[in-house]
């Protein structure tokens, strides 16, 4: 059997308090704790939001890893969303997969594909409480590639071919939606369908490699308005936490509405540290290391970070917009990266709030006025050159 973890929707109020508010307070346990094994990978995506490329020294050991397997367990964490880099590139890749699965510790894996043979997608096919979310970021080669490197379109294939052929069953196909592929996601959806796997759509944050190109890659205000509509009423769609400040256009999107940074999200880095989410590898944002006394659960639990992200929301210069019980504000990250204040409107506010702020600061200029925040790590490879998305042809429609 392989897991299916849930939609995180948030379920209107009932009689007794809304579900939301008790997950802005934090819970016992992270419902959604992505661990990044290795910041090996073996391509070098555009976007990537942990800037990984190198393995770093310091990365845990294989012993540490069932360490913290050990530690969920004991915490009742039902599932592990595990990443990295590309976690395959572990030589204990499988052990440490086993031996989560083998601590009902259910396993979740991003993967670019290119290590998923024959033999890996048998070897996966056989596991329980295993499921698999393969990247791409274009519906063909030709948009894929640019972002994601040359052959990486092709590796994530085969990959999807062999795990079909293994009868692995319904994996997932996950897409970080940019300005040239918003405009494929009925392709997108039909190549999900065509293999029975289900489409996964995040949001591109200004995380990592992500804060060099979120300026030429993000969509623009028409094409956001065009993904709201494709993505209202889609519950076969996964979203994740990803697109709730769109809910501010009208109806709620399904998902979880609210940044659940350091209340249900986390993340454990490939050296242990423990951050609020996977898209806030900053000093800022950081909260302790599982090597510390009190192992992760007393990073999770008693870390000053996190208590303070569990405050009541400062809505600041958004506390007079009519949306913002559906849009919250938006995302702690994409503020933070292209230099606004945690107050300020999302950068991507539909209602265009965030543009004057953005001009203000010089954010996306070639000027670059305004000093931007770097990520805590950059573990690019030198001499390995990033596909460069500024050449991708324009031949769909590019509105703003
Ligand atoms: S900072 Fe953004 S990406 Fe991170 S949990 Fe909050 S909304 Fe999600
Ligand atoms: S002003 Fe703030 S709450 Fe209103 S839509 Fe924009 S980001 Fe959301």
Redesign the pocket.
């Known amino acids: 059997m392989k897991i299916a973890p849930p939609q995180l929707t948030v379920q209107p109020p009932t009689a007794t308090r809304p579900l939301v508010e008790e997950f802005k307070e934090g819970l016992d346990a992270p419902i959604c704790l992505t661990w990044e094994l290795t910041y090996a990978c073996n391509l070098s995506c555009v976007h990537c939001l942990s800037s990984s490329g190198r393995r770093d020294p310091r990365e845990l050991s294989t012993e540490e890893c069932f360490a913290v397997v050990d530690e969920l367990q004991r915490l009742k964490v039902f599932y592990v969303n595990i990443g990295g880099g590309e976690p395959m590139l572990r030589s204990d890749f499988f052990p440490i997969v086993e031996y989560a699965i083998d601590h009902q510790v259910g396993v979740k894996f991003s993967t670019n594909g290119t290590f998923i043979d024959a033999d890996a997608a048998r070897r996966l096919a056989g596991m329980d409480y295993l499921d698999i979310q393969l990247s791409i970021d274009g519906a063909d080669a030709s948009v894929n590639d640019l972002v994601r490197g040359d052959g990486s379109f092709a590796a994530a294939r085969r990959a999807m071919d062999h795990l079909a052929d293994a009868e692995f069953g319904p994996f997932k196909i996950s897409l970080v939606v940019t300005r040239h592929n918003v405009e494929q996601l009925d392709e997108f959806k039909a190549l999900a369908d065509s293999y029975g796997a289900q489409l996964r759509v995040t949001r591109l944050r200004p995380s990592g490699r992500g804060a060099d190109t979120w300026h030429e890659l993000h969509p623009t205000q028409a094409q956001q308005r065009d993904l709201y509509h494709w993505l209202l009423g889609r519950d076969d769609v996964l979203t994740g936490d990803s697109f709730f400040?769109l809910s501010?256009l009208g109806d709620p999107l399904p998902g979880l509405n609210l940044c659940g940074a350091g209340r249900v999200v986390c993340l454990i880095d490939p050296v242990g540290d423990v951050y609020a989410c996977p898209f806030v590898i900053h000093d800022e944002f950081l909260a302790g290391n599982v090597r510390d006394p009190g192992g992760f659960t007393g990073v999770w639990r008693a870390s000053d970070l996190f208590s303070s992200l569990r405050e009541p929301d400062n809505?600041g210069?958004?506390a007079s917009?009519g949306?913002?019980d559906a849009?919250?504000?938006?995302c702690m990250a994409s503020k933070f990266f292209v230099g606004l204040e945690l107050t300020d409107?999302?950068p991507e506010?539909?209602?265009g709030?965030?543009e004057p702020l953005l001009a203000a600061i010089g954010a996306g200029t070639s000027s670059g006025a305004h000093e931007l925040p770097v990520p805590s790590a950059d573990h690019s490879r030198p001499g390995v050159p990033v596909p460069s998305p500024v050449t991708l042809k324009p031949t769909r429609r590019h509105t703003r």
């Open positions: 400040h501010a809505p210069a958004c917009c949306s913002y849009c919250q504000g938006g409107p999302d506010c539909v209602h709030h965030a």
